[in-house]
């Protein structure tokens, strides 16, 4: 599986969008590119996930680069309780058991 | 929703003391997975199994077992706890194992091994 870079951290005020970045350069044409967060003392949260087109769903938008090798996690409004660490994840479909492999991820801090 | 329920949230064990920890889902996947996870280290795959009975090691086997009796309960096996198992330990199932389908985690157990 293709390794995914993030920032170590980010902040974001409250009700403004979160533009969390991910960098995979080495993809390959059949992996997908899966978002996660990890709110303290949880078990991580599945977000969303892509392939190359870009995605939507009711907690967050992904944004995939034409050339497929950086990808963006917008949190439209975000709130205090989106505060966690986010996980950019990189798998092919075929991969044998579906093993998720993380990385240190991006602590995004919410603030007022 | 589906729920993936952890038999403790913390746990505390003695050096060579066998440890159980227990792993529920509710939603029929064929999947689950258990996980470690460490400052620094992410989370490493331990075992995983995709069927009743059936497990395969993960990336970090040794020193644990597991049992899958049924499908909905996943068992992970500390036979000899050590101090260096002192860890968040995280178990997930899925629907399916290849595809694309997301990874549902429970709560995690945090044990500490004296």
């Known amino acids: 599986d293709a390794k995914t870079t993030q920032p170590t951290s980010m902040d974001c005020a409250e009700g403004r969008a979160a533009n969390l970045p991910c960098n995979h350069s080495t993809i390959s044409g059949n992996e997908y590119v899966y978002w996660y967060r990890q709110i303290h003392s949880q078990g991580p949260q599945y977000i969303i996930h892509?392939?190359?087109n870009n995605e939507t769903n009711e907690m967050a938008s992904l944004i995939i680069t034409e050339d497929r090798k950086s990808s963006t996690l917008i949190l439209p409004h975000a709130t205090l309780r989106d505060t966690a660490v986010y996980y950019c994840i990189v798998r092919g479909g075929g991969t044998s058991y579906g093993k998720l492999t993380f990385g240190q991820g991006t602590i995004l801090t919410v603030h007022p | 929703d589906v729920k993936v329920t952890q038999s403790s949230r913390y746990l505390v064990k003695r050096t060579g003391e066998k440890v159980f920890l227990e792993c529920v889902q509710d939603?029929?996947?064929?999947?689950m997975f258990w996980y470690r996870q460490d400052p620094g280290l992410g989370l490493r795959l331990i075992y995983f199994?995709?069927?009743?009975?059936?497990?395969e090691k993960g990336d970090i086997p040794e020193g644990y077992s597991v049992s899958r009796e049924k499908k909905e309960r996943f068992s992970l096996i500390l036979e000899s706890a050590s101090t260096n198992q002192t860890s968040m330990y995280l178990c997930?199932?899925?629907?399916?194992?290849?595809?694309?389908?997301?990874?549902?985690f429970g709560p995690g157990t945090r044990l500490t091994v004296l």
């Open positions: 892509g392939l190359k």
């Open positions: 199994s995709y069927d009743v009975k059936m497990k």
């Open positions: 939603m029929d996947h064929e999947n």
């Open positions: 997930a199932s899925s629907l399916m194992a290849g595809g694309y389908h997301e990874q549902f």
